[in-house]
């Protein structure tokens, strides 16, 4: 699904990001973990053609996303609040979206549907605009939008930061629910151990800027993370 | 402690950031609305006698008289976009130890600070000196002078209070305009006279000053609705209400979503106008000075009978039809720095997204255009010179304005103040609009120089033709270059301030 040969990006000299070679296959999740400034947000803007690299190509679908804009179709993204539109109305926003992707106001409306408990009880019937929201409530705006269309490639940065305890609950059946009634390939960072190995059974660490790990996810996955992470162990 | 309430108001101004970082831009602006009031109170002074050269036959008060009625009904308009009395300026006293009735007195003694509330003294007072210099009566001219800045500031108030209660949808204010237009029609033919209606009675008030009463009642009536309104929406839920009523109600762009997502773009760039301070004042502000300006250049080059009449009347139709868009499109991808991400990675290829951009702008320039369509019956020379200056905007300057548009990027915060608000302009920027008015007259120059001035606005048309028929080339060369300068853009937009 997604092909990264040879990718890096250079700011000033300084590598932010390295990876010879990853392929991340269709259906697959894979999450991102890593300390801040480790490099995954640059990772996910490379795959998504928000910035240039300085070396090598992001394919999708065998396609660079630089030169072939056809991954727009299929790709559903929440970085941060950038991608929202602030002065619309949460439903209105999803509706814009949703005319971007050619879904219909009834399949919208069952999309939406799914998200019920993730929104609980708010937000669809919200007159307030995106930019009045609460950071969570934008959050969840966004993160919903990037559901829309049923997209075959989901990207998302960080999504159960910032989220109350229930809504991350309800976020992560959401995902479950979404990778078992459809092939979906999930990419997630997260800082969040616990969670990104509930869905992911595949996670990369990432370590200024490098692929330092790259695991399958086990009863261990867990504990080694831990371990990493509270600088008990070198990788 | 009113005093201490302006005080903080000017605090707040002078103190925000934005405000120092452009303080030499303010300076300049302030000059040119310096010179704009100037302007306006040299129409008042001569508009006696301006009004007694053009319409001989009636005495010039009663032709003043006649348009009023029509003035007061298109001010509305205006007015019900410019003016905002927002709450939350008082938000922070609310809980003080300060009476309540202060505060709204405050707050609608702050909403007259306008440009529009200017026009009394700028406009109808200097005409009343130079009616009573022509020898009408002072006691009379007064009571007239009274009643008519009590209907302006009526007009201010009402406006207040009708914001309070519903919000405009475009297609209304478009039936409002067309209502009025129809007015004037009939007007014309004698079917149907407003301004028999509004002479008479502002007549009336000249002859009888005492009837001057019935406005200053009116003015104070509706003062005290709007206090009366202002008393029970002095809660903090209540103004949060207000705000949130508004996004209801404003979805009258749908019509351009039949267009694909093409349309849908262009929709939500309306939606960015209509719902962001900074845009939508930007567009009120032009607006306006589109209708005032070529006026004078029109009256002056009028009747054309050397090139370089005509070429004033091209410089003003450039200036009709393009100063929006130049004023516009200097910030086109800047406006959208706060959801650029979200256009890259949407389902819009590049492609569609320029020619949402550019069939708007087109759109935006064919809107002044149709408002001078009228001239076409007056002088059609005239609006045949005003047509070439359209169709350069359309086919040059409109490539130009994109193209350059690309090369700034710098975040705009959308909601933010609108005057005085010179975050995301550069110099570049300035010379810019500069340097697309001026090239023209460059062209025009050479063949000026050369005497043959008509071949000269001849090319500019004809190239202009050229241009607007080649849009799809234009369009594939801006998508170039923009897929080549997003990911620079994208990085401006991203870095915090």
């Known amino acids: 699904m997604i092909e990264v040969r040879g990718l890096s990006k250079k700011y000033d000299r300084k590598t932010a990001l390295d990876i010879p070679s990853l392929t991340i296959s269709p259906g697959e999740c894979f999450g991102l973990v890593g300390n801040n400034g480790a490099g995954k947000t640059t990772f996910l803007r490379l795959i998504l053609d928000l910035v240039l690299p300085s070396q090598g190509s992001v394919a999708s679908k065998g396609l660079d996303v630089t030169v072939s804009e056809s991954w727009k179709r299929y790709t559903g993204s929440y970085l941060d609040e950038s991608f929202l539109i602030e002065f619309l109305t949460p439903m209105e926003y999803f509706r814009f979206i949703a005319n971007l992707q050619k879904v219909t106001s009834s399949q919208l409306r069952q999309q939406l549907q799914l998200l019920n408990g993730f929104f609980n009880e708010q937000i669809i019937e919200e007159t307030k605009y995106i930019r009045q929201l609460s950071k969570g409530n934008q959050k969840k705006v966004g993160i919903a939008a990037a559901l829309i269309g049923e997209p075959e490639i989901i990207i998302l940065d960080e999504p159960f930061a910032n989220l109350d305890p229930r809504s991350v609950i309800q976020l992560l059946r959401i995902l479950q629910h979404i990778r078992q009634e459809r092939t979906v390939t999930l990419i997630i960072s997260s800082h969040n151990l616990n969670h990104i190995t509930e869905i992911c059974e595949r996670i990369a660490l990432l370590d200024n800027g490098r692929i330092i790990q790259d695991i399958q996810t086990d009863e261990h996955t867990l504990k080694t993370l831990e371990r990493y992470f509270s600088g008990e162990e070198e990788v | ?497």
């Open chain 2, 1 to 497: 402690m009113i005093r201490q309430l302006i005080i903080h108001q000017w605090r707040e101004m002078s103190r925000s950031p934005i405000w120092r970082k452009t303080l030499l831009f303010n300076i300049f602006i302030s000059f040119l609305i310096f010179f704009f009031l100037v302007y306006l109170l040299g129409i008042g002074i001569f508009l006696y006698f301006i009004l007694k050269t053009v319409f001989p036959e009636n005495p010039p008060l009663s032709v003043f008289n006649q348009g009023l009625l029509y003035y007061l009904g298109i001010e509305m308009i205006w007015r019900f976009y410019l003016q905002k009395v927002s709450a939350l300026t008082v938000q922070p006293y609310l809980h003080l130890p300060l009476k309540k009735k202060l505060l709204i007195h405050f707050l609608l003694g702050k909403s007259l600070l306008s440009l529009f509330n200017l026009i009394p003294v700028l406009i109808v007072l200097p005409f009343a000196i130079s009616a009573i210099y022509l020898g009408a009566s002072v006691l009379n001219m007064f009571a007239w002078f009274l009643a008519v800045s009590a209907m302006l500031l009526f007009n201010h108030f009402l406006v207040i209070y009708l914001k309070q209660i519903f919000s405009l949808k475009p297609l209304e204010v478009i039936l409002w305009g067309v209502t009025l237009l129809l007015l004037i029609f009939l007007d014309n033919y004698g079917i149907i006279s407003l301004s028999l209606l509004s002479d008479i009675c502002f007549t009336a008030i000249y002859e009888q000053p005492i009837f001057a009463l019935l406005p200053l009642l009116l003015l104070l009536f509706v003062y005290r609705l709007d206090f009366q309104r202002f008393h029970n929406l002095l809660y903090l839920d209540k103004i949060q209400e207000r705000q949130s009523g508004e996004a209801i109600s404003r979805q009258g762009f749908s019509f351009l979503k039949r267009f694909g997502r093409v349309g849908e773009l262009m929709a939500l760039e309306l939606q960015l106008i209509w719902r962001n301070k900074r845009p939508r004042s930007l567009s009120y502000s032009v607006l306006p000075m589109i209708l005032i300006y070529p006026i004078p250049i029109l009256a002056s080059a009028y009747p054309v009978t050397n090139g370089f009449d005509a070429f004033q009347i091209f410089f003003a139709g450039i200036f009709i039809t393009g100063f929006f868009v130049i004023a516009y499109a200097q910030l086109l991808f800047n406006w959208k720095s706060s959801f650029f991400d979200m256009l890259l990675t949407g389902n819009i290829d590049h492609r569609r997204f320029i020619t949402a951009q550019y069939l708007l702008m087109m759109l935006f320039m064919t809107v002044p255009y149709s408002l001078f369509f009228f001239v076409l019956f007056w002088d059609p020379q005239i609006f045949a010179l005003i047509s070439v200056a359209y169709l350069w905007n359309m086919g040059i300057n409109l490539y130009l304005m994109i193209h350059f548009s690309m090369a700034t990027p710098h975040k705009i915060a959308l909601n933010e103040t609108a005057y005085f608000n010179w975050q995301g302009s550069s110099k570049i920027h300035f010379l810019m609009g500069l340097l697309i008015v001026f090239i023209p007259v460059i062209i025009y120059s050479i063949f000026y120089l050369i005497d043959l001035e008509f071949l000269g606005l001849l090319i500019l048309g004809g190239s202009g033709l050229l241009g607007v028929l080649g849009y799809r080339f234009w369009i594939r060369r801006l998508v170039k270059r923009f897929s080549r300068l997003k990911y620079l853009m994208a990085e401006a937009y991203r870095e915090m301030n």
